[in-house]
């Protein structure tokens, strides 16, 4: 038994997580990005920082749900690469390998069908592979080629293991095809310099903008960008310049947020090489949380349908009176208030009244007790 329908507490953000608790300001800010690139058609970058554990790859993952949900867009969500040395590293981990290919097929089925509205026919192809050189890949014909037939193929058979298909998808990823592969596709070489892997993330940005009649952006959401510090001035300087070559030659429909753990923006200034610094339209702290705020921002989690108790006839159930702002006021001289802290606390303080007090509410003298013992292992820690 429990006091939820399910268990709200938890330290890992959820993959697809339609919870938003509080932090209205929060979400008016995210709301703001996403108008900017879907109702301006314009591009944007973004810079998103708070200190580990403020929430920062939860609301990432919120603003995915959102942007595919509500409009339909496409999202590329990736923890930045470790050992990453270049842009093509990056490309190939967390820009390719963090889609699912079958969206990458399905859209170039659909860009194929409206180009070749009456089926198969090699002069109406040949001019638009032409178009999609010209439209998507800006004069790469080898790019344009390999969309094609990935879109043929996948019109016709419905089969993603089809080996044009799979030798599609390899050269896309940039993998080394041997000859016979690249003949299959009808391509002269594999992807192999720096630039031609920042052309190929601006291609298939556009490829998903323009593969459907209602022109849609794509939002690229690369969180964890403080490990760049890992890598030295140098590497640090050879990706951030590869992403802005990127959002240079997609002026229009990309939503490129970066997000970074950070707990003051000097530290995060020294990560920004001044490319990026300029080019930064949204800048969005995610900062530690008032006791009031904290409240609410339980209360909202706790009667969230999906976790709150059919039967709760409290609005805070299971916390009964003050239970709920006495805990928040013991965590606040124990603990910052960050919903990494929060959670980790409700988790073992609500655990320990399941199982020693249940199906009885929560009440200020327990939460003091468990408090006592939480901040003094809090301090061993320490």
Known sequence: MSYFRSWPFRVVPQESPETWADR???????????DDVVKRRRSAISIVWGEFGAGKSHSLLHLRHTVQSELGCQVVYSPLPKQIRQYSDLYRQGFIGALDFSDVAKATASLWQRLN???VDRRIELESVETISKDICKGWYDFAQVLSTLGRTMTLT?????????????WLRGQKLSKSELRLLGVSGNIVYESDFVKATAALVRL??????????????LDDCHYMATM?????VIIQQGIKDVFNACPEDLGLVMAFASKDSSSLERLLIDDIRSRTLHR???PIMSENETEEFVGDLINYPVFRNPEAKQTLYPFKGKALQTFVDRLSKSADLIPREIMKALDQLVS????????EQIEEAFVNDFMQGYRAEESREQ
């Open 117 to 119: 509205p009456h089926g």
């Open 232 to 236: 030295g001035r140098k590497g640090l």
């Open 208 to 221: 998903f903008v323009y593969s459907s009649q209602e022109v849609k952006p794509l939002f690229w959401l």
């Open 24 to 34: 209205k300001e929060l979400l008016e800010k995210y709301r703001g990005i996403i």
């Open 352 to 359: 320990k009244a399941e199982a020693e007090i249940f199906p």
């Open 284 to 286: 969005v702290e995610i």
């Open 158 to 170: 419905g089969n993603p293991t089809d080996p044009q298909c799979l030798a599609g998808a390899a």
